[in-house]
Nanobody, 114 residues
Framework: QVQLVESGGGLVQAWGSLRLSCAASGSISSINVMGWYRQAPGKQREFAAAIARGGATNYADSVKGRFTISRDNAKNTVYLQMNSLKPEDTAVYYC????????WGQGTQVTVSS
């Protein structure tokens, strides 16, 4: 009942920046948490960042200090500002929202060249 549309992925050089966006629509009652996972080729999907409705954030150690997650509750949109990108950040990034259950976006490719 909830659809997530991601955008903002692409190819960027190391030390560059990208901003990912994810907009939720559909039958949304309340979104408790919005966030991002990522999956590199040949690896398991891993947690990247999350933000609660009140603004509390959580980051994986691998992205802490470089990525910033934010949300616009009125627009039901979550953003991931990615700075100082490294080749190891290359992955498909998946947005999720948590209401009474988890919903997932389609994924957007981020490729960081050295």
């Amino acid at each position: 009942q909830v659809q997530l549309v991601e955008s903002g992925g692409g190819l960027v050089q190391a030390w560059g920046s990208l901003r990912l966006s994810c907009a939720a629509s559909g039958s949304i009652s309340s979104i408790n948490v919005m966030g991002w996972y990522r999956q590199a080729p040949g690896k398991q999907r891993e947690f990247a960042a999350a933000i609660a409705r009140g603004g509390a954030t959580n980051y994986a150690d691998s992205v802490k200090g470089r990525f910033t997650i934010s949300r616009d509750n009125a627009k039901n949109t979550v953003y991931l500002q990615m700075n100082s990108l490294k080749p190891e950040d290359t992955a498909v990034y998946y947005c999720y929202v948590l209401t009474s259950r988890y919903y997932w976006g389609q994924g957007t490719q981020v490729t960081v060249s050295s």
